[in-house]
């Protein structure tokens, strides 16, 4: 099918007036002609040829201005589609699904008002994880929503899921065929939908297998006819979140078996030695609040622990003798140990689908120094990666305060004075201010521990 838009009816109707001076131009050019001429009936058959011509482009017009919105609508929706298609296929913005979802539903309706609810497995209450629209905060808030079939299940939202089948409620024409049987279990939110300007509204569940996770549920302040046009696309949107959300938390699942597996490998490189337990834990808890005071992204913050809690993975290469000596070690023996670095990120770049470049970089480089004394590649200043600079404070301070089979535990405030010594020399400003300021606050992470 042909879409009319705005520009090829400014074509068309330019084309019409550039033909109406045409006509005009060409009467007042044989004018003086038909005047003297006995035989005009051919210039007169030209000139009504024409004008019908110009009525036929004019009816033309009208008709493709009253077809033309529908159609460009009928084109925004499918593409609506197309790209929370292409979100869904992309797991990186997976998350952006629900949320997304519910903008292009308002975009379809115009003034209105989404949200995304699911499913709680204990209280059976529906929690709201996405929402559009400007009255979705304070109506999100006003509302409690449940499965259950009492007061706080009787609206739409409730019934679709509970009937597994799209509910839609119309305030200005009353309950149509698509409601439950008890239409009256309904009266209280068509007044609270009433309240808020709203006209009518359609609940779709979501469903993947006769599962239902949740519900779609749209509030318009269009008549319940306009609701009822868009019907199949916004079903089509229904669809789309469902597969969205079932394929959300099979990542989230998936999310956290991975991380339980990263502190498991953590804690057997750890358990090789009896003086280091629990180190890995402990740097990845000060990297991570090191993190927060810099305010990095939740995103940013989750790899920094990461590099935290697999920083020493190369040392499974290391052999015992060496990582078990009671006593400093010689210098052919720290050049073996610093070799650690180098291969913990040889072997996390095997992955580059789970570590990326700057977790392999950040575990590479975490004994780099900011002076350029540091190895392996005597890195200085900020050409040092972020991740590392954040690694050298946090490695070092549980270090100091870890006891060894050489010297025994520092306390915190002479392992912090030591830290401070370091400003700019071996440690980075930024990261030992960030690192004070985090210790100031005692915001230290038990769980990690």
């Not at 954040?390 to 392992?415: G, N, Q, S």
Request: aromatic letters at 8%.
């Amino acid at each position: 099918m042909i879409i009319i838009n705005n520009k090829m009816l400014k074509i068309i109707n330019g084309f019409s007036i550039l033909m109406t001076g045409v006509a005009l131009f060409c009467l007042f050019l044989y004018h003086p002609v038909l005047e003297n001429s006995k035989n005009f009936v051919p210039y007169i058959i030209l000139l009504v040829t024409i004008i019908c011509f110009l009525i036929i482009i004019k009816v033309l017009i009208v008709f493709l201005n009253k077809q033309a919105p529908i159609e460009e609508k009928e084109s925004n929706s499918l593409q609506n589609i197309r790209e929370l298609e292409y979100e869904l296929l992309n797991l990186k913005n997976i998350e952006r699904v629900p949320t997304l979802i519910c903008e292009m539903a308002i975009m379809e309706l115009g003034e209105s008002m989404a949200w995304i609810g699911l499913s709680a497995e204990n209280s059976g209450q529906i929690m709201p994880v996405a929402q559009a629209g400007s009255d979705s905060d304070d109506f999100l808030r006003d509302i409690r929503v449940t499965n259950d079939n009492d007061t706080d299940g009787i609206g739409p939202t409730a019934c679709c899921i509970r009937e597994k089948r799209y509910i839609t409620l119309s305030i200005a024409k009353g309950y149509n065929s698509h409601l439950p049987t008890n239409q009256e279990s309904l009266r209280d939110w068509e007044n609270l939908l009433g309240d808020k300007g709203y006209q009518s509204c359609v609940a779709f569940p979501l469903l993947v297998n006769e599962e239902v996770l949740g519900s779609l549920t749209i509030y318009s302040k269009c008549e319940e006819n306009k609701l009822l046009d868009k019907l199949t696309h916004l079903q089509a949107f229904s669809y789309i979140a469902a597969i969205a959300i079932d394929n959300l938390k099979k990542v989230n699942k998936d999310r956290a078996s991975f991380q339980e597996l990263v502190k498991m490998l953590s804690f057997i490189i750890d358990a090789r030695d009896h003086y280091t337990a629990f180190h890995s834990a402990n740097v990845a808890n000060y990297a991570r609040g090191i993190g927060e005071q810099l305010n990095l992204s939740a995103k940013q913050l989750k790899e920094v622990e990461l590099c935290g809690l697999l920083h020493d993975i190369g040392k499974i290469y290391i052999a015992d003798k060496i990582l078990h000596k009671a006593g400093p070690l010689d210098f052919e023996e720290r050049k073996v140990v610093q070799t650690h670095a180098v291969l913990g990120s040889n072997i996390l770049s095997q992955s580059p689908n789970i570590f990326n470049l700057q977790i392999v970089k950040g575990i590479m480089h975490h004994h780099e120094r900011h002076d350029g004394r540091g190895y392996p590649d005597g890195l200085s200043g900020e050409a040092i990666p972020f991740y590392a600079q954040i690694l050298a404070v946090a490695d070092a301070f549980d270090a100091m305060t870890t006891e060894r089979p050489y010297r025994k535990a520092l306390p915190h405030e002479v392992a912090l004075s030591e830290i401070r010594s370091q400003y700019g020399k071996q440690f980075s400003p930024d990261v030992v201010d960030a690192f004070l300021e985090f210790m100031d606050h005692g915001e230290e992470r038990e769980d990690c521990l």
